[in-house]
């Protein structure tokens, strides 16, 4: 993710993130959808936001062409933000308006108009947890591919397809893994309309956060910083 345009590559829009709670026992039958988003709106009722440590990578042909480590936060009113470490540093803030790149190192930042792109948006908001399960389903067909382990957890693994033409355009499908202990979401792969394409986002010390500052959603940029429309 070295400019706007490998992370448009990279990170096929956007909320992505998200609790999920099954309402079965582990020694109980893979639940169904409904059950499964049912638990969905009971876990973020009354959340604020959170916060979450978490890895990206982005996979052409088979082979992994970025690796990059961040901090995601994410406001459950449609504000996302997450800070990108390593070599070239980056930040990526999602607001209901705007999509922004900032490339301190270049002293640069990259607005897109979502208005304008709404392509865009829809690589980030799963990056932030669903504000309902309802929600999830209106846009996406939803389906339980099985019960599994990734990583040593017992994990659901939920299937998403994109219900929009111009949303598949972009995105065929998503995968989701939730932790089956912690109803939390481990990893996300996001399969690019493009074959052998996709971005996985692995999530680690996943926590509520019942307030977040929200001068952190606020497109404020060093002085100097060169603006440039998308």
């Not at 990526?92 to 922004?100: N, Q, V, Y």
């Not at 939920?158 to 111009?166: A, G, I, R, V």
């Not at 972009?170 to 690019?192: A, E, G, N």
Request: net charge neutral; hydrophobic share 35%.
């Amino acid at each position: 993710m070295r400019s706007g345009h490998s992370v448009t590559r990279s990170i096929p829009v956007g909320l992505l993130v998200m609790a999920i709670m099954a309402g079965v026992t582990a020694a109980a039958a893979t639940p169904s959808v409904d059950s499964v988003l049912k638990q969905v709106d009971r876990v973020t009722k009354g959340m604020k936001g959170i916060i979450a440590e978490v890895t990206v990578v982005g996979t052409e042909a088979g082979e992994e062409k970025t690796n990059e480590t961040g901090t995601a936060y994410v406001s459950m009113v449609g504000q996302i933000r997450i800070e990108l470490t390593g070599d070239d540093p980056q930040t990526i803030l999602c607001t209901p308006s705007d999509l922004f790149f900032h490339h301190p190192s270049k002293m640069t930042v990259t607005q897109f108009k979502l208005q304008q792109h709404p392509e865009r948006l829809e690589q980030y908001t799963l990056l932030g947890f669903s504000p309902s399960g309802s929600a999830l389903k209106k846009d996406f067909l939803v389906t339980v591919i099985e019960e599994s382990s990734l990583d040593g957890s017992k994990v659901y693994q939920l299937e998403l397809t994109p219900k929009q033409d111009d949303l598949r355009g972009t995105v065929s499908k998503i995968h989701l893994w939730i932790d089956q202990s912690t109803y939390l979401p481990i990893q996300q792969r996001i399969f690019h309309s493009s074959a052998d394409t996709y971005l996985t986002v692995t999530y680690r010390d996943v926590s509520r956060a019942d307030e977040l500052d929200q001068a952190r959603f606020k497109p404020s940029w060093p002085k100097g910083t060169k603006k440039v429309k998308g």
